[in-house]
């Protein structure tokens, strides 16, 4: 129930092209839907996060949408980049209390081409 | 954010032996927490650090083997003990509370490469 199930586990893209990465959880619990990027040799860096109350985030070129009630939740990448090459992980997490609390789960990652 | 450091950010070791890794942030921060990404692998949680208490371990990493410290709110340590070619991985710090961020932002340190010949 703690798992959170991510594909596809890599993507190739042209640039420009918008690539969509998705992520399916179990547990209600959880609360809040972070998306990491990391490239080689480096930590992962958040990149853009959502709550259950809204339905859809967008910062710059990057948009989570969020499916409640299917428990699913989605990064979409605009006008994508080569330097957009990366692996994304999904991640959830719940505000509940007791030794949950604030615990990342990862999803598998995928890994991100984009050809110029 | 903050400014997230670790030490060492990569180190060759032998079996038997034991690696300490450093955490310091250049703010103070509610929770810190301890990760192991293998090589071509997702994140998987190894514990909390608690500030002045033992810290929580996920099921499957044990005080034994990976035991950890957190004197105060901008540093941990994670002991890799009696390693072995399998704890060859990247040990990631992160932490989250920190001023002006939601409480469950999580940062990420940059990393320490670990391999274990």
């Known amino acids: 129930q703690q798992q959170v199930k991510q594909s596809p586990q890599s993507l190739i893209v042209q640039k420009g092209g918008i690539p969509i990465i998705n992520c399916a959880y179990e547990?209600?619990?959880?609360?809040?839907f972070p998306w990491y990027q990391q490239f080689p040799g480096k930590g992962p860096a958040l990149l853009i996060a959502i709550r259950p109350d809204v339905s859809e985030k967008k910062e710059g070129r990057f948009t989570i949408s969020f499916n409640k009630s299917a428990k699913q939740f989605s990064l979409h990448i605009m006008d994508s980049q080569p330097g957009d090459s990366a692996t994304y992980f999904c991640a959830a997490s719940s505000s509940a209390g007791g030794t949950s609390y604030g615990k990342l789960t990862f999803g598998q990652g995928t890994i991100l081409t984009v050809h110029p | 954010s903050a400014v997230i450091s670790q030490k060492p950010s990569r180190d060759i070791c032998q079996r038997g032996t034991s690696l300490t890794i450093q955490c310091q942030v250049d703010?103070?921060?509610?929770?810190m927490f301890w990760y192991r990404q293998q090589p071509g692998q997702s994140l998987t949680l190894i514990a909390t650090a608690n500030q002045g208490s033992e810290a929580t371990y996920e099921s499957g990493f044990v005080i034994d083997k990976f035991p950890i410290s957190r004197p105060n709110l901008t540093f941990s340590t994670l002991t890799v003990s009696n390693m072995s070619p399998e704890d060859s991985s990247i040990y990631l710090c992160?932490?989250?509370?920190?001023?002006?961020?939601?409480?469950?932002?999580?940062?990420f340190g940059p990393g320490t490469r670990l391999t274990v010949l």
């Open positions: 547990n209600t619990a959880f609360d809040y």
């Open positions: 703010s103070q921060v509610t929770m």
């Open positions: 992160s932490v989250a509370g920190l001023a002006y961020t939601f409480y469950n932002e999580q940062f």
